[in-house]
Antibody, heavy 125, light 107 residues
Framework: QLHLTQSGAELKMPGASVKVSCSLS????????IHWVRQTPGQGLEWMGG????????MYARKFQGRVTMTEDTFENTAYMELSSLTSDDTAVYFC??????????????????WGQGTQVTVSS | DIQMTQSPSSLAASLGDTVTITCRAT??????LNWYQQKPGKAPSLLIH???ILESGVPSRFSGSGSGTGFTLTISSLQPEDFATYYC?????????FGQGTRLEIK
């Protein structure tokens, strides 16, 4: 059974960076693309980016491009999301999740399951 | 970018009621619509993917339907554990986007 375990809560100063980890058990990262979603009271659930199957690096939402870096350590079976130049607007719970995919007769569908437990990141001076 | 609009934003119902939550996309998304349930302090949990496919272990009182741009989640015979927040999500194109959520409360 797949399970994602995230690192603990973080308190950061404005302008700093944060790196959140997400460890996968039950399979290997090279088989399962990890995506990141954050949740804020004001914006709700926001997709930040993630990996797709096959070659190539992660895709990032335009909003976070230039500030976010997503990486994977296949030896440790752990994914990481680093967000830089933090502001109070980045105060949120950050989730990792696995992007699933199924090919129908004439279409493809994707969904996210399971999810990590979430990591609270608070940005405050 | 595709925007997802859920309605209502909150809903009060009684045990045993049937409720319907609506989600509308700003453009055609085929069957690329998922529904999640979230309880306070927990991560979202997948209920339905591909518009109408129920996840293993999800009670059959949950059902989903749609028409390419408009989608509904129906919960029949509400149980105490169903009171939560529900989100729709489109995965037709990047950036994947979520509805703003529907909070289902006990009347």
């Amino acid at each position: 059974q797949l399970h994602l375990t995230q690192s603990g809560a973080e308190l950061k100063m404005p302008g700093a960076s944060v790196k959140v980890s997400c460890s996968l058990s039950g399979n290997t990262l090279d088989q399962l693309p990890i995506h990141w979603v954050r949740q804020t009271p004001g914006q709700g659930l926001e997709w930040m980016g993630g990996f797709d199957s096959g070659p190539g690096g992660p895709m990032y939402a335009r909003k976070f491009q230039g500030r976010v870096t997503m990486t994977e350590d296949t030896f440790e079976n752990t994914a990481y999301m680093e967000l830089s130049s933090l502001t109070s607007d980045d105060t949120a719970v950050y989730f990792c999740t696995i992007r699933r995919r199924w090919f129908g007769p004439s279409f493809e569908v994707r969904w996210f399951d399971p999810w990590g437990q979430g990591t609270q990141v608070t940005v405050s001076s | 970018d595709i925007q997802m609009t859920q309605s209502p934003s909150s809903l009060a119902a009684s045990l045993g009621d049937t409720v319907t939550i609506t989600c509308r996309a700003t453009q055609y998304i085929s069957r690329s619509l998922n529904w999640y349930q979230q309880k306070p302090g927990k991560a979202p949990s997948l209920l339905i993917h591909a518009e109408s496919i129920l996840e293993s272990g999800v009670p059959s009182r949950f059902s989903g339907s749609g028409s390419g741009t408009g989608f509904t989640l129906t919960i029949s015979s509400l149980q105490p554990e169903d009171f939560a927040t529900y989100y729709c999500q489109q995965t037709f194109s990047i950036p994947y986007s979520f509805g703003q959520g529907t909070r289902l409360e006990i009347k």
